[in-house]
């Protein structure tokens, strides 16, 4: 019994090895469509001007991946823009939502959205995860009537059916939780509105 003592922590820290990643791993930030049926068009216009991205450079860094002791061992990394997937996601949801979304400078009444990326962080380890902040600004012809930060987390530790496989996985359920926060506190806005 003694002997297997002595050899637990020997044994432990190569299990707690075996789970390092040394080397940066690559993920596809994707798109996906909007669930249920869309909403009938609210007579809305919205300006969705293109996101700042707020986090330390380079931008390109969306997570990290984490021995089993806690240790730094790899970047996750993305080919992908993160301004543009952000721009992206947030569009598509106003539209299913019943909002249009024109381009910047179009003649007419519209509300414009500005977002700023705060936070953007996905992290394997022992167990998977990511973390996300976007600050939300909307804008009228009077004046901001809107400006709050939205933060959403995704933890698992095991891969289950609603899950996803990976951090990647994680940054877009959080990047959906927060959109859809933004399009429930619109849609609130709209139908509180005396116009």
Not at 40 to 45: A, D, H, N, T, V
Not at 99 to 119: D, Y
Not at 122 to 128: A, L
Request: include cysteine; hydrophobic fraction near 40%; aromatic fraction near 4%.
């Amino acid at each position: 019994m003694r002997r297997l003592w002595a050899r637990s922590p020997a044994l432990v820290f190569l299990l707690l090895l075996g789970a390092c990643s040394f080397g940066d791993r690559r993920v596809h930030l994707r798109l996906a469509p909007s669930l249920g049926e869309p909403a009938l068009p609210r007579g809305i216009s919205l300006i969705l001007e293109q996101p700042k991205d707020g986090r330390p450079e380079p931008h390109s860094i969306v997570g990290d991946v984490r021995s089993g002791l806690g240790v730094k061992t790899a970047d996750i990394v993305t080919d992908d823009n993160v301004s543009d997937w952000v721009r992206e996601t947030m569009a598509r949801e106003l539209r299913h939502a019943g909002f249009l979304t024109v381009a910047a400078g179009n003649p007419g009444q519209a509300l414009r959205i500005s977002t700023t990326i705060r936070a953007l962080s996905g992290r394997e380890g022992i167990g998977f995860g990511a973390t996300a902040a976007l600050e939300i600004r909307l804008h009228a012809d009077f004046g901001t009537i809107l400006e709050k930060t939205y933060e959403a987390e995704d933890r698992h530790l095991l891969v289950t059916e609603s899950s996803g496989d990976d951090a990647a996985d994680s940054l877009h359920n959080c990047l959906k939780k927060i959109v859809s926060h933004v399009v429930r506190d619109l849609i609130l806005m709209v139908e509180r509105s005396p116009d």
